[in-house]
Structure formats: structure tokens, C-alpha cells
């Protein structure tokens, strides 16, 4: 747990899907954000860079009581300088739906806030997997190169949830960056494309697997852990099914 001296009052998250939980949840509590951090759209608070560079000085000028943080989107060095200067760091690292929603149970404790209504929405959306029929994918995050999902990923839970079975689950990396022939050779049978962190289009993506059912999917919904959770379920289901192209 976290070494806080009390509850918060000033709070600085580097990652956008937990943005979005604290300032849905407490508005008032969050102090600054990264440039990412698009949700809730009227957010209005300090930004202090990117979740990859965010500018630590101007984080440490906010005086926070608490930064939250992320394993993958945010960097070891700059954790490290905050909890240097004295600032308590919390640091997320899900790699299913279910350690998702624990990671979000602990951060309301950090933050001595009550359990919102949407967080048990979304648990009580995900304590069950899809009865379709399952269907094997390639997930691309990326282009140029191309990099897809590897193994133990949030995204990639989410996916099985909902019958879909990503091809390089066992793959060495988390995040493989595979040439587009090795890609094809997987012989999936669809090939979902999120807007985020790249910005697949029906344009831009599904040109590149002929004869592949192509699904393109809400990012957001896909990777991010938070209010989001509790409409995940049902706004990619509707991608991944009905609206393949």
C-alpha cells in the first residue's frame, strides 16, 4: 500500500483511464493530468506532459499528495524522481479485467473514497465470459511497424471475455513487433483494430489483411481500467460482431 500520512487532497494522475475514475468519482481531488487524458471532457486541470515524458518538475509544482501511475504507459526514472522528492507514487499494473477492477478497488482505499456506482457496474458486467462461438484474432496497436498484442495484456482478457482468442497469447513478448507477413501467417480469423495508441481507420488497416474479416474497435473501451468498464462489454460486442467489415 501506498505510505499516504492521510486521505489526499491533491492528486496527479499520469494515466488516462485513471483520470477518468478519480475525477468522476471525486470531483475537486485531481490536480493535474497528462496531455493524453481526454475523459471527462470538461476535465480542467494542469497538464504536465505526456504519460511517457511527463514533466516532472511542473508535477512536483502541483504539490500533490499523491501521483498515480501506471507499469507500462509510464517510465521507471520518473516514478523514481517523484518518490525521490518525497511524493507518494502508486503504481497500477493489471493484466486482466479482474486485477483491473481490484487495482481500482485499491486506489478509492489510497484515496479514502467510497465505492462509485460505476465500478460495480463494471464488475458486474465482466464476471462472465461470452457463450459465442470463439474466434481467433491478431490485435495491431500499431504501424510502422506493426506491433500487436502479446502475451498477459488487459486488452487481450478483455478480448477472451468476449469469445475472442488472440493468436499470440503465448507469444514471448507482451507486445511483439512482428513484420506484416508473420502477422498474416497466423491465419486469424478477424483482425481487430482499436483507435488507440494508432489510429486505425476503415482507411487505414484492414487494407493490409485481405481476406480477413476486419472489426475496427473503441481503444478506450479496450484498454483503459475505469468508468469505461461498466459499457465496455456491450459497445465492443457490438463492434467485434456487427460491424466487421
Not at 42 to 56: E, H, I, N, Q, T
Request: proline content about 9%; hydrophobic content about 40%.
Amino acid at each position: 500500500m501506498v505510505p499516504t500520512t492521510g486521505p489526499p487532497g491533491r492528486v496527479v494522475s499520469l494515466v488516462p483511464s485513471l483520470t477518468e475514475a478519480v475525477a468522476v468519482t471525486a470531483p475537486g481531488l485531481l490536480v493535474g493530468a497528462t496531455d493524453y487524458c481526454t475523459h471527462p471532457a470538461d476535465l480542467d486541470v494542469a497538464r504536465v506532459g505526456g504519460s511517457k515524458y511527463p514533466r516532472v518538475e511542473e508535477v512536483l509544482a502541483l504539490g500533490p499528495d499523491l501521483v498515480i501511475a501506471n507499469e507500462e504507459e509510464n517510465r521507471r526514472e520518473d516514478v523514481e524522481a517523484l518518490r525521490a522528492a518525497g511524493v507518494p507514487v502508486w503504481v497500477t499494473a493489471p493484466r486482466t479485467v479482474e486485477q483491473a477492477l481490484a487495482s481500482l478497488h485499491k486506489v478509492f482505499v489510497v484515496c479514502h473514497l467510497d465505492t462509485p456506482q460505476w465500478w460495480r457496474d463494471g464488475r458486474s458486467q465482466w464476471t462472465s465470459t461470452s457463450d459465442r462461438p470463439r474466434v481467433t484474432a491478431v490485435v495491431p496497436v500499431w504501424r510502422r511497424p506493426w506491433i500487436a498484442l502479446g502475451r498477459d495484456t488487459f486488452a487481450g482478457d478483455v478480448l477472451a471475455h468476449l469469445g475472442v482468442d488472440n493468436v499470440l497469447a503465448h507469444h514471448a513478448d507482451r507486445y511483439p513487433r512482428l513484420p506484416l507477413a508473420e502477422l498474416r501467417r497466423a491465419r486469424p480469423e478477424l483482425v481487430v483494430l482499436p483507435d488507440e495508441p494508432y489510429r486505425f481507420t476503415a482507411a487505414d488497416g484492414p487494407e493490409a489483411f485481405p481476406g480477413i474479416r476486419a472489426a475496427l474497435v473503441s481503444g478506450r473501451h479496450l484498454t483503459w481500467y475505469g468508468p469505461s468498464l461498466a459499457e465496455a462489454r456491450d459497445v465492443l460486442t457490438a463492434q467485434l460482431y456487427e460491424c466487421q467489415l
